[in-house]
DNA sequence: CGATTTTTTGAATCATATCAACGTACGTGG
DNA sequence: CCACGTACGTTGATATGATTCAAAAAATCG
C-alpha cells in the first residue's frame, strides 16, 4: 500500500521503521478514475500526491480554452500546484487523470508537521524539489536550444513510459506545438532512420 | 558583509543570533569582475553562491556556439549547476559576473554541514528551491502559450531590475530568440502602445 | 575621439500554426 | 461480437511568425 512511498523515500534518505511509524498516519491513500480531476483551477490545492499507480497531467487553460500541460507525472512521483499550495491562493492549473491513479494524498497540515516531527522527510521533500528543479531547467534548455525533433528523440528518450502512455496531442501539448506539427516532426524523424 | 543573507533568511526561517553565529563560520566572500567565470563547463560545481552584490548568468553553449541563457541571478537570489553540485559530475554550464559582483561561496560540505546543524538552513534551502521551482514553471507555462510580446512584457514586469542592467541579446537568448526578433517584438510594443 | 559592442532595419528563407478534410483506432451499447 | 460514434492521428494548402544574413545606426568604453 505505501510500499512505494517508503522505497521512493528510502532511495534518499534511509528511514528507520520507527520513523516510518510516524510518517504513515498522515498519509491518506485516494483512488482516482481516468479524466477525473484531482485539482481544479479556482481551488486551494490544499494537498500533495504522490503516485503509488497511474499518471496524472497538470495543465494551464488559456483565454482561447487551449489545454497547456506542464507537466506529467507517473509512479514514484509528486504532483502539485505548489504556488497556491503555499500561498493559500486559487489555483490557475488543473490537475486530472490520464489513467486510472492510486494517490497518497499529504495535505498541508500533515506535510508541516512532519517537516517539523521527522526531519528526514523534510530532506527528503527538498531533494526531491531539488531534483524536479534540475529537469525543468534541462527542459527550459532544450525548449530555448533544439529542434523540435531533437526535443521530441530527448524526450522520448527520457520518458519512455510516459510516450508510450500518454495520447500524442498531449505530448505536443507538452512540447508547446499543434499536434500536426508534433504527427510531421515524428514523420520526419521515421523517414530520416 | 552578510547582512543581506541573514536578512533573506529571516525572511523564510527566523533565525537566534546563537544560529547565526554557527552559520557564519561556513560563509566565504568572494568578489568576481564582470566577464569573470564563477563556474566553467567541464568543472564540478563545488559551491552554491548568493549574490549580495552584482548580477550573473548561467548559460550553456551549444554546437554551433551560440550562449544560450538559462537563467539570470541578482541580489538576494542563489546560483549554481545543481546537478552538477549533487552528483559531482562536470557541468554542463558556464556562470559567469554581468557585473562586478560579491558572493558568498558555500562549498558543498559547507552546506552539507549546515543541513545536519542547523536545520533551519535546510529549510531555507528547501523553501529557495520551491520558489524557484514554481518561477521555473511560470516560465515554461509562458513559453508554450503566450506570444513573444506577451512574454516580455511580463520579463519586463516580474524582473525590471533585470531588463534594466542586462543587454538586451541576453534577455534575446534567455528568451530563446534572436536579438532582431526581440528588437521587432519591442518595436511592436511600442508602437503599439 | 576611435574602436567595439549593441541594437535596429531590410529582404529572403525556413519553420510552425491554422483550417479543413480524411483515415484510423477504440470503447460502448445494442 | 458487431456497429456506431467519438477520439485521435495524419495530410495538404495557405498564412503567419521567426530566423538568417547583411548592413547601417546607435550606444558604450577606454
Same mark, same amino acid.
Given at each position: 500500500? %505505501?510500499?512505494?512511498?517508503?522505497?521512493?523515500?528510502?532511495?534518499?534518505?534511509?528511514?528507520?521503521?520507527?520513523?516510518?511509524?510516524?510518517?504513515?498516519?498522515?498519509?491518506?491513500?485516494?483512488?482516482?478514475?481516468?479524466?477525473?480531476?484531482? &485539482?481544479?483551477?479556482?481551488?486551494?490545492?490544499?494537498?500533495? @500526491?504522490?503516485?503509488?499507480?497511474?499518471? &496524472?497531467?497538470?495543465?494551464?487553460?488559456?483565454?482561447?480554452?487551449?489545454?497547456?500541460?506542464?507537466?506529467?507525472?507517473?509512479?514514484?512521483?509528486?504532483? @502539485?500546484?505548489?504556488?497556491?499550495?503555499? $500561498?493559500?491562493?486559487?489555483? $490557475? %492549473?488543473?490537475?486530472?487523470?490520464?489513467?486510472?491513479?492510486?494517490?497518497?494524498?499529504?495535505?498541508?497540515?500533515?506535510?508541516? @508537521? &512532519?517537516?517539523?516531527?521527522?526531519?528526514?522527510?523534510?530532506?527528503?521533500?527538498?531533494?526531491?524539489?531539488?531534483?524536479?528543479?534540475?529537469?525543468?531547467?534541462?527542459?527550459?534548455?532544450?525548449?530555448?536550444?533544439?529542434?523540435?525533433?531533437?526535443?521530441?528523440?530527448?524526450?522520448?528518450?527520457?520518458?519512455?513510459?510516459?510516450?508510450?502512455?500518454?495520447?500524442?496531442?498531449?505530448?505536443?501539448?507538452?512540447?508547446?506545438?499543434?499536434?500536426?506539427? &508534433?504527427?510531421? @516532426?515524428?514523420?520526419?524523424?521515421?523517414?530520416?532512420?
Amino acid at each position: 500500500m %505505501y510500499e512505494l512511498f517508503f522505497e521512493e523515500m528510502n532511495k534518499l534518505v534511509q528511514l528507520t521503521t520507527q520513523e516510518q511509524e510516524m510518517i504513515t498516519p498522515y498519509l491518506n491513500l485516494k483512488k482516482v478514475r481516468k479524466k477525473q480531476y484531482v &485539482l481544479q483551477e479556482g481551488d486551494w490545492c490544499a494537498s500533495v @500526491a504522490f503516485i503509488v499507480k497511474g499518471l &496524472l497531467r497538470q495543465y494551464a487553460v488559456d483565454e482561447s480554452g487551449n489545454e497547456n500541460i506542464i507537466q506529467f507525472a507517473a509512479e514514484g512521483w509528486f504532483i @502539485a500546484d505548489l504556488y497556491s499550495y503555499f $500561498t493559500g491562493d486559487p489555483s $490557475t %492549473y488543473n490537475i486530472d487523470a490520464v489513467e486510472d491513479c492510486e494517490l497518497i494524498m499529504i495535505d498541508k497540515k500533515a506535510s508541516d @508537521a &512532519l517537516m517539523d516531527q521527522v526531519p528526514k522527510y523534510e530532506r527528503f521533500t527538498r531533494l526531491q524539489i531539488t531534483r524536479a528543479n534540475i529537469a525543468l531547467q534541462k527542459r527550459v534548455i532544450s525548449m530555448i536550444s533544439s529542434s523540435v525533433e531533437e526535443r521530441y528523440l530527448d524526450f522520448s528518450k527520457r520518458y519512455p513510459h510516459i510516450v508510450q502512455r500518454v495520447p500524442q496531442h498531449m505530448i505536443a501539448s507538452y512540447m508547446g506545438l499543434t499536434p500536426e506539427t &508534433l504527427s510531421r @516532426a515524428r514523420k520526419r524523424i521515421i523517414t530520416k532512420k
